[in-house]
Each structure stands twice: as structure tokens, then as C-alpha cells.
């Protein structure tokens, strides 16, 4: 008598992988769709607000002016600023791609919960602007938020 090996099924690891994989697919998709949690603290408060139009310079640098007085709070020099030059790129996207010119001011607040944003007074958008960027760059928009406006 001969013995007659086990029925194996050979697709049947294949069909298990396949359907956990569809599985994760679904559950990742899922979370994706959830509603954003806002983990910012509502209830900061601004502690100083400023409005500041930037203007850009024949030589390729950025003079940055206290809206309403004119008064220069600094200038930022070609190859100088790189990231305070993005942020600003970033926020004035909007302007530009909706023809909505350059007269308005930007303004930067200063919140207290440490954060510091920008906000285009045009359109509304808003860039948060303290967190993951460093301290340098952290440094570079403090320093305009808190900078003294020199006397013309």
C-alpha cells in the first residue's frame, strides 16, 4: 500500500499575505481620512502684532518696512535671509497666482505659547513660522517681529 502525501494547498500563504496587505491598505486609508486634530493651544493669545511690507531691492536684497510709517526695520542683503526670503516667497504665492499686488502689508504675530506667524492680510493665508525650523532660523524671524524700527 502506498501512502498518498497530505493535500497541501500552495496558494494558501499567498492568499493570507495578499489579504493582510489589502487589509493594512484599508486601515491606512482609513486614518487618512480622519479629521485633522488642530494641536495648536486656542487659547494663546497675540502678544505682539506687527505689520511689515517687504520690498525687493535692485541688488537682489529685501528691505523690510514698519507698514504705516515707512520706518526700515532691516534690510536683508542678496544671499542673505534664505529663510526668511521663503517664507516670504510662500506667502506671497497666493498674491501673485490671484493678481492681487504687493501694497498690503504681511502681518507677524507673536503669540503666547511661543509661536510666531505670518499671516497675508489679503488673502487670509497664514504660515506658522517657529517649530521644526532651527534655531537660526528661528532666530531670523524673531529678530524682525521684535526689531526697533530705525528713526529716519
Known amino acids: 500500500?502506498?501512502?498518498?502525501?497530505?493535500?497541501?494547498?500552495?496558494?494558501?500563504?499567498?492568499?493570507?499575505a495578499t489579504l493582510l496587505l489589502?487589509?493594512?491598505?484599508?486601515?491606512?486609508?482609513g486614518v487618512g481620512q480622519l479629521p485633522k486634530v488642530e494641536l495648536t493651544d486656542t487659547t494663546a493669545r497675540p502678544l505682539m502684532m506687527r505689520d511689515l511690507h517687504f520690498e525687493d531691492r535692485a541688488d537682489g536684497g529685501i528691505t523690510v518696512r514698519e507698514f504705516g510709517?515707512?520706518?526700515?526695520?532691516?534690510?536683508?542683503?542678496p544671499g542673505d535671509g534664505t529663510f526668511v526670503r521663503g517664507v516670504l516667497r510662500a506667502v506671497a504665492r497666493e498674491r501673485k497666482r490671484t493678481e492681487l499686488g504687493s501694497e498690503a502689508p504681511f502681518r507677524m504675530i507673536g503669540w503666547s505659547d511661543g509661536r510666531?506667524?505670518?499671516?497675508?492680510?489679503?488673502?487670509?493665508?497664514?504660515?506658522?513660522?517657529?517649530?521644526a525650523f532651527g534655531r537660526d532660523n528661528t532666530a531670523a524671524i524673531v529678530a524682525l517681529l521684535y526689531a526697533e524700527a530705525a528713526e529716519q
Open 69 to 77: 510709517n515707512d520706518r526700515i526695520v532691516q534690510e536683508i542683503d
Open 22 to 29: 489589502i487589509g493594512c491598505v484599508a486601515v491606512g486609508f
Open 116 to 131: 510666531v506667524s505670518l499671516e497675508d492680510l489679503v488673502t487670509g493665508h497664514r504660515a506658522e513660522l517657529i517649530g
Open 1 to 16: 500500500m502506498s501512502q498518498h502525501p497530505p493535500s497541501r494547498r500552495p496558494w494558501r500563504g499567498e492568499v493570507i
